[in-house]
């Protein structure tokens, strides 16, 4: 059985920093992709990033492009999102995700090309 557990969140004032982390086990956790998303109040949920099942190719929402950093360390079997020069609008409650399918060889931006999630962990920023 599959268990994804976020870590990191919490309130820091615009501009500032957090970096989330994403535990994984359960199934072999550098065979695939792995993605971030997130969910505003009233929003459906949106991607954020992904990154591939080695870590040699990444995707980034244009919102979040140059701010934030998606990584993985497939030793420690978890998953980071490093995000920078926060914005109010970054708040949401953020997931990670893992694909459904391994060696996946190109971006996954939708929410149905996971098949498990964390149960999220919440970022605030106040302006």
């Known amino acids: 059985q599959v268990q994804l557990v976020e870590s990191g969140g919490g309130l820091v004032q615009a501009g500032g920093s957090l970096r989330l982390s994403c535990a994984a086990s359960g199934r072999t956790f550098g065979s695939y992709t792995m993605g971030w998303f997130r969910q505003a109040p009233a929003k459906e949920r949106e991607f954020v990033a992904c990154i591939s099942w080695n870590g040699g190719s990444t995707y980034y929402a244009d919102s979040v492009k140059g701010r934030f950093t998606i990584s993985r360390d497939n030793a420690k079997n978890t998953v980071y999102l490093e995000m920078n020069s926060l914005k109010p609008e970054d708040t949401a409650l953020y997931f990670c995700?893992?694909?459904?399918?391994?060696?996946?060889?190109?971006?996954?931006?939708?929410?149905?090309?996971?098949?498990?999630w964390g149960q999220g962990t919440q970022v605030t920023v106040s302006s």
């Open positions: 995700g893992q694909a459904r399918t391994s060696y996946g060889g190109r971006g996954y931006y939708t929410s149905s090309q996971y098949a498990y």
